[in-house]
C-alpha cells in the first residue's frame, strides 16, 4: 500500500509559521494606511485641529485588514498583502460612508471625557459611563466593518446588522469589548506608540472571536448565489 505523501508546507508549524507571517503583514499595511494618525503629533503642530482628519482612514483600513484576515482564518488567503490591498480599494467608498458616523460618535465621547471637571464621585460615575458608551460604540464599528469586509449588504443594513449583532452574540460582543479594554488599559499604561506594533494582532484577535457572529450573519441574512449551472458557489447575497 502507497503512502500518503505530506504535501510540502502542509504541516502545523508552516500554517502557524504563515499566520504569524500574515499577522505582521496586515499589521504592518494597517500601520502604513494610517500614516496620518501615526504623524498626528507633529502634524498637530502645524496644522492644529485638521491632523485629527487623519482618522477619517481608521475604517476603511481596519475593513481591509478584516477582509484579509478573515481569509487568513479561512485559509482562503491569496496573501494578506494582495487581499488588503483588493478590499481597501474595492470597499473604500462604503467603509468610509460606514465608519463616519461612529468616528462622530467616539470624537463627541472622547470631547465629553475630556472636558469632564474634577474627581468626585458624579464626575467618576459619568466617566465611567461614557467609557462603556465609547466601548458599545466601537465594538459596534467593528461589528460594522467585518460585515462590510464579508458582505455585500447596503450601507443602512450593515448599520442595522452592526447593533443587532451586539444583543444576539452577546458572547462575541462581549469578548470583543474586553479586547478592546484590554488594549486602551495597556495601551494608557505604558504608551500608545505600542499600537505601531500590536495593530495587526489586536484586528486579528477580534476577527477570530468574530467568526460565530458572521456565521450567524451568512445563514440567517443571506442566500447562496449559483456561479454556474453546475450549482458552483461564488458567494453571499443579502436577503430582500
Not at 482628519?53 to 484579509?68: E, H, I, K, Q, W
Not at 447593533?163 to 460582543?173: L, P
Not at 506608540?193 to 451568512?218: D, K, T
Request: hydrophobic share 60%; with cysteine; proline share 3%.
Amino acid at each position: 500500500m502507497a503512502a500518503k505523501e505530506e504535501q510540502y508546507g502542509s504541516g502545523p508549524l508552516f500554517r502557524a509559521a504563515g499566520v504569524v507571517y500574515g499577522v505582521m503583514v496586515g499589521g504592518a499595511l494597517l500601520v502604513l494606511a494610517n500614516a496620518l494618525v501615526v504623524l498626528m503629533p507633529l502634524l498637530a503642530g502645524l496644522v492644529g485641529p485638521g491632523a485629527l482628519v487623519g482618522f477619517v482612514l481608521v475604517g476603511p483600513s481596519v475593513g481591509a485588514s478584516c477582509y484579509a484576515f478573515n481569509r487568513l482564518l479561512a485559509g482562503e488567503d491569496t496573501g494578506v498583502f494582495h487581499d488588503f490591498v483588493k478590499a481597501y480599494r474595492g470597499n473604500f467608498g462604503q467603509a468610509l460612508a460606514v465608519w463616519l458616523p461612529y468616528a462622530a460618535l467616539l470624537a463627541v465621547i472622547a470631547a465629553n471625557l475630556a472636558s469632564l471637571p474634577g474627581s468626585n464621585l458624579e464626575a467618576v460615575a459619568a466617566r465611567i459611563g461614557l467609557v462603556g458608551l465609547g466601548l458599545l460604540v466601537s465594538t459596534a464599528a467593528l461589528h460594522a466593518m467585518l460585515l462590510l469586509a464579508r458582505f455585500d449588504f447596503r450601507t443602512v443594513d450593515i448599520y442595522r446588522l452592526s447593533i443587532y449583532s451586539i444583543g444576539v452574540r452577546k458572547r462575541v460582543a462581549l469578548g470583543n469589548v474586553g479586547i478592546l479594554f484590554i488594549t486602551g488599559f495597556v495601551l494608557i499604561s505604558t504608551s500608545v506608540w505600542l499600537m505601531l506594533f500590536a495593530a495587526g494582532l489586536l484586528v486579528y484577535l477580534l476577527c477570530m472571536n468574530s467568526r460565530p457572529l458572521l456565521a450567524l450573519v451568512e445563514e440567517k441574512f443571506t442566500v447562496s448565489v449559483a456561479a454556474s449551472a453546475a450549482g458552483s458557489l461564488a458567494g453571499s447575497a443579502p436577503v430582500d
